[in-house]
C-alpha cells in the first residue's frame, strides 16, 4: 500500500507561484513513477504532469508546459509540482498519483495509488 499525502495548495492570485509537495510511503515510493492530476468543477480529472521513477524524465500537459515544473527527491519520498504564472483556469483540486512503472503516461489507469487532493484557487 503506498500512501500518498499532498500540500501546498491555497487561494493566490493570477501569475503568482506556488509549490505543491507530495509525499509518499517510503517502502515503495521509489519504485514508482509519480504524476500530477488536477480537477477542475465540474469537469474531468485530468493530467497536468509526470516524472518517471528516476527522475531523469519529465512530461507536461500543453496547458501547462513552460509554466510548470514537477520534480521528484528520493531521499525525501517526495514530488514536487511548481508552478509558475498561475492562470485562473489552473483552479482546481490538484492530486498526485504513483505508477509502478518507470515511464508512466498520462492516462489515469496506468496510476496505481492516488492522494486526496490539495485545492489551488486563482483568483483576479
Known amino acids: 500500500q503506498v500512501q500518498l499525502v499532498e500540500s501546498g495548495g491555497g487561494l493566490v492570485q493570477a501569475g503568482d507561484s506556488l509549490r505543491l509537495s507530495c509525499a509518499g510511503s517510503a517502502r515503495t515510493f521509489n519504485f514508482a513513477s509519480m504524476g500530477w492530476f488536477r480537477q477542475a468543477p465540474g469537469k474531468e480529472r485530468e493530467f497536468v504532469a509526470r516524472v518517471s521513477r528516476s527522475g531523469g524524465s519529465t512530461f507536461y500537459a500543453d496547458s501547462v508546459k513552460g509554466r510548470f515544473t514537477i520534480s521528484r527527491d528520493n531521499t525525501k519520498n517526495t514530488v514536487y509540482l511548481q508552478m509558475n504564472s498561475l492562470k485562473l483556469e489552473d483552479t482546481a483540486i490538484y492530486y498526485c498519483?504513483?505508477?509502478?512503472?518507470?515511464?508512466?503516461?498520462?492516462?489515469?489507469?496506468?496510476?496505481?495509488?492516488w492522494g486526496q487532493g490539495t485545492q489551488v484557487t486563482v483568483s483576479s
Open positions: 498519483a504513483a505508477a509502478f512503472r518507470d515511464y508512466a503516461g498520462p492516462r489515469m489507469n496506468e496510476y496505481n495509488y
